[in-house]
């Protein structure tokens, strides 16, 4: 499909840059569908497979301290993408 999930933890900010990342995404003209809340990277990867998504893109720093943020990105299958 041509669809994006766009999902973000509880750090500071991982709202802010969730939505940067699905407005870019959205400005590439797919389809988007951003969590309205904060929520895990397997449930990220759950929806991915429920909606026969692309891709998703999960907002976090995963186990690194705090201070840190970025992308994790999962593979239409649900799983960590392969290069």
Do not use: C, W
């Not at 999930?5 to 400005?27: H, I, M, N, T």
């Amino acid at each position: 499909g041509n669809t994006v999930v766009v999902g973000y933890d509880r750090r500071a900010q991982s709202e802010v840059f969730a939505a940067a990342a699905a407005k870019v995404v959205a400005g590439n003209g797919l389809n988007v569908i951003l969590s309205d809340r904060a929520v895990t990277s397997p449930m990220v990867s759950y929806k991915v497979v429920e909606e026969k998504a692309a891709v998703g893109i999960m907002i976090t720093a995963s186990h690194n301290p705090p201070i840190f943020n970025g992308f994790k990105i999962k593979g239409y299958f649900g799983g960590s993408a392969i290069p």
